[in-house]
């Protein structure tokens, strides 16, 4: 079983930055994606970012330019560094990776707890 472990909500005032970071560990052969997804309360849980092995990134359009998402393969981790935070980036985030098991070929995704980022104005 592959597990991913958040790290790095809180709470900080608009404008402020936060850096979250997501490890994955178990019996991982690779990593395709990673990704973070948000939920605010009431609506549904969307993409904000997404990096796969190779580099390529997905960026929300009301993250762009505020958002890097990077990850070190090597480790299996994804770090999203967020600046110029606004209230409206309040949600609970979670780390999804899309992985392949070792001696597997089906690929499987997998989500961490999520982590509560609050943004006060």
């Known amino acids: 079983q592959v597990q991913l472990v958040e790290s790095g909500g809180g709470l900080v005032q608009a404008g402020g930055s936060l850096r979250l970071s997501c490890a994955a560990s178990?019996?991982?052969?690779?990593?395709?994606?990673m990704a973070w997804y948000r939920q605010a309360p009431g609506k549904q849980r969307d993409l904000v970012a997404r990096?796969?092995?190779?580099?390529?990134?997905n960026y929300a359009d009301s993250v762009k330019e505020r958002f890097t998402i990077s990850r070190d393969n090597a480790k299996n981790t994804v770090h999203p560094q967020m600046n110029s935070l606004k209230p409206e980036d309040t949600a609970v985030y979670y780390c999804?990776?899309?992985?392949?098991?070792?001696?597997?070929?089906?690929?499987?995704?997998?989500w961490g707890q999520g982590t509560q980022v609050t943004v006060s104005s």
């Open positions: 999804n990776a899309d992985y392949i098991k070792k001696g597997g070929s089906v690929t499987f995704s997998s």
């Open positions: 990096i796969f092995s190779r580099g390529t990134t």
């Open positions: 178990g019996s991982i052969s690779g990593i395709s994606a």
